[in-house]
């Protein structure tokens, strides 16, 4: 679903986000929380949700690296394009979520 949201996320309390290759996770908005990760030339923000499985007690990624990985299959997704990679890809037709994002100084701004 399409929850309407806007959240600032400020680089001096998440410090890990000043460096490539870094990720964060919070729960501040959208499914599952979300996932902010430095590219080394940007920002891009996922949701946190498992895109191809239905909402459960397992369907909040966790971070491994530059990858997300759904606990309830294990598939694991790259954080620089949000497809999916791997061995567990077999049938996972979406990608994760990807939010809009943009900077303004030490604020990144994430919206829908």
């Known amino acids: 679903p399409d929850y309407k949201f806007k959240v600032d996320i400020y680089i001096n309390f998440y410090d890990k986000l000043r460096f490539s290759g870094n990720a964060i996770y919070t729960s501040e908005a959208g499914i599952r929380g979300l996932i902010i990760f430095n590219t080394g030339s940007g920002y891009i923000a996922f ?14 990624m966790t971070l491994k690296g530059i990858n997300a990985v759904c606990s309830c299959d294990n598939a694991e997704y790259s954080l620089f394009s949000g497809q999916c990679i791997g061995t567990n890809c077999d049938g996972k037709q979406y990608p994760m979520k990807q939010y809009r994002v943009e900077v303004s100084g030490s604020t990144i701004h994430v919206y829908n």
């Not at 949701?47 to 909040?60: F, I, K, R, V, Y």
């Open 47 to 60: 949701d946190a949700a498992c895109p191809n499985q239905s909402l459960s007690s397992c369907s909040t």
